[in-house]
């Protein structure tokens, strides 16, 4: 049960897109779409961003969209607003019937 | 609303045994499977254990297999945690967590505000 992989950090300007993304293997990301993001601003609680790879739950911007190609998935923010400075983490289900989760990025907005 | 609340945290010599504890509501609980997630202080979040909605489903990381055990009592609402043969590295806040359907594979769309456990002599 090896961490999905994510850069440890990116950075935009506001306004600007950006994308994070998450790599792992044919036994998880690349044999599933049940990948989902998280969002965490420091000291609080995670919330979903996006599940089963593209969907997102009611009430998440449409500025975030999720897609996956091969064993590698990708969450896209765009228009990036100062308020979406936060870590970020991507997770999936696996063969195993656990979850895993990647290392978390930190987003920067310049 | 639908409300997850996390308690059992707390300070626990190495080798010792913790319980924690989830209470749900809002929601048809048995409808929906249920992990705990921890995030180490300064580190990012790791899966730990979790559970269908009918319970007899468990599923556990190798970080902590064979040392806790993860159940749920669907007449009480509440999910659990019982942690044996705690380790330094086991320090965390533990969140309980709501997946989206009554397995594992969806992810989590409703989390507890975590409960902290600290593993030290």
């Known amino acids: 049960q090896s961490a999905l992989t994510q850069p440890a950090s990116v950075s935009g300007s506001p306004g600007q897109s950006i994308t994070i993304s998450c790599t792992g293997t044919s036994s998880d990301v690349g044999g599933y779409n049940y990948v989902s993001w998280y969002q965490q601003h420091p000291g609080k609680v995670p919330t979903l961003l996006i599940y089963d790879v593209n969907n997102r739950p009611s009430g998440v911007s449409n500025r975030f969209s999720g897609s996956k190609s091969g064993n590698t998935a990708s969450l896209t923010i765009s228009g990036l607003q100062a308020e979406d400075e936060a870590n970020y983490y991507c997770s999936s289900y696996t063969s195993s019937g656990t979850q895993v989760f990647g290392g978390g990025t930190k987003l920067t907005v310049l | 609303e639908v409300q997850l609340l996390e308690s059992g945290g707390g300070l626990v010599q190495p080798g010792g045994s913790l319980r924690l504890s989830c209470t749900a509501s809002?929601?048809?609980?048995?409808?929906?499977?249920m992990s705990w997630v921890r995030q180490g202080p300064g580190k990012g979040l790791e899966w730990v254990s979790g559970v269908g909605g009918s319970g007899v489903d468990t599923y556990n990381a190798d970080s902590v297999k064979g040392r806790f055990t993860i159940s749920r009592d669907n007449s009480k609402n509440t999910l659990y945690l019982q942690m044996n043969s705690l380790r330094v590295e086991d320090t965390a806040v533990y969140y309980c967590?709501?997946?989206?359907?009554?397995?594992?594979?969806?992810?989590?769309?409703?989390w507890g505000q975590g409960t902290t456990v600290i593993v030290s002599s």
């Open positions: 967590a709501k997946h989206r359907g009554v397995t594992l594979v969806h992810g989590m769309h409703v």
């Open positions: 809002g929601f048809i609980f048995s409808s929906f499977a």
